[in-house]
Nanobody, 127 residues
């Protein structure tokens, strides 16, 4: 059974930093395409950052240069380092995973629809 568990959310002031983690189990972690997504109140869920099994990454324009996605295969854990946070980054953040290949697009995170999801972790950024 595939399980993804997020941690690391919280409240921070604008300009601050947070690091989210996503611990995975139940599959060969290193071969999956994975990503971070977020859903703000009243908005659709959007892809924030993705990382494929070969290390290829993709970022939404709104977070590029501020967020960094990474993974530690030995620990079966994916991370999202979020710096220079803004109030508009406030949302529930989810990690997702899929055994399929990443979408054949340059900015593929926007087209990535994982099969497996975590339960989410709340990030709140105050001004």
């Amino acid at each position: 059974q595939v399980q993804l568990v997020e941690a690391g959310g919280g409240s921070v002031q604008a300009g601050g930093s947070l690091r989210l983690s996503c611990a995975v189990s139940g599959y060969t972690y290193s071969t999956y395409c994975m990503g971070w997504f977020r859903q703000a109140s009243g908005k659709e869920r959007e892809g924030v950052a993705g990382i494929d099994s070969d290390g290829s990454t993709s970022y939404a324009d709104s977070v590029k240069g501020r967020f960094t996605i990474s993974k530690n295969n030995a620990k079966n854990t994916m991370y999202l380092q979020m710096n220079s946070l803004k109030p508009e980054d406030t949302a529930m953040y989810y990690c997702g995973a899929d055994r399929g290949a990443r979408p054949p697009k340059a900015k593929w995170v926007g087209y990535f629809h994982p099969t497996y999801w975590g339960q989410g972790t709340q990030v709140t950024v105050s001004s």
